[in-house]
């Protein structure tokens, strides 16, 4: 049984940061990939940020390239997505995602496992 359980969500003024861990359960480090991806009240889930285990390429969505960072700490299990420079329009829930198998990173249907998600909020 395969758990992804993602912290660190909350509420943060435009310019400021936060930090999304998503800690992994059930199984070994042994994922094809990881990703963050978030979504809002009506609108389809968006891919945000991933990671492929194997060579450690790393994807990120246009809207958020230069302020996002995804890692990862394998002695812990967990993989981060570190954001900078906030704008209101990052609300959203972000959910954690794992892949088992090659498939495209950068879309919903290339996951097997998901979060049950996280808020962030961003306002003054």
């Known amino acids: 049984q395969v758990q992804l359980v993602e912290s660190g969500g909350g509420l943060v003024q435009p310019g400021g940061s936060l930090t999304l861990s998503c800690a992994t359960s059930?199984?070994?480090?042994?994922?094809?990939?990881m990703g963050w991806f978030r979504q809002t009240p009506g609108k389809e889930r968006e891919f945000v940020a991933a990671?492929?285990?194997?060579?450690?390429?790393?994807y990120y969505a246009d809207s958020v390239k230069g302020r996002f960072t995804i890692s990862r700490d394998n002695a812990k299990n967990t993989v981060y997505l570190q954001m900078n420079s906030l704008k209101p329009e990052d609300t959203a829930v972000y959910y954690c995602?794992?892949?088992?198998?090659?498939?495209?990173?950068?879309?919903?249907?290339?996951?097997?496992?998901w979060g049950q998600g996280t808020q962030v909020t961003v306002s003054s």
């Open positions: 995602a794992a892949a088992r198998s090659q498939r495209q990173v950068t879309g919903t249907a290339g996951y097997d496992y």
């Open positions: 059930g199984r070994a480090f042994s994922f094809y990939a």
């Open positions: 990671n492929r285990w194997s060579g450690g390429n790393t």
